[in-house]
């Protein structure tokens, strides 16, 4: 099992409630994938470097998590389809 980072910006303009159950669909995968979620960091609104979607700002959010890398291909793909979020970026972390 390896730790992993999963970066997520969303769209701004979405109310915080929308958010965290954005967050928990996120989680509940990682959950079902049998993955130990250590640690969720909401950063909040955050100006882009660059415009993304016409998009000035984002809400930024990262999930530490501990699993197996067959999740990584789930989690990708749910996060490319999904309109509300605006990029996303898994890594492997070296946090302990």
Known sequence: MRKYELGVI???SLEEEKIDKEIEKQTSLLE???CAVEKIDKWGVRKL???IKKQENGFYAFIY???NSRVIH???R????NDL???HLIVKS???
Do not use: C, H
């Open 78 to 81: 749910i996060n490319m389809i």
């Open 65 to 67: 998590f501990t699993g």
């Open 74 to 76: 789930e989690l990708d």
């Open 49 to 51: 470097a660059y415009p």
């Open 10 to 12: 969303f769209n701004s």
């Open 32 to 34: 079902k994938e049998n």
């Open 94 to 96: 070296d946090q302990q």
């Open 85 to 87: 979020v605006l990029r």
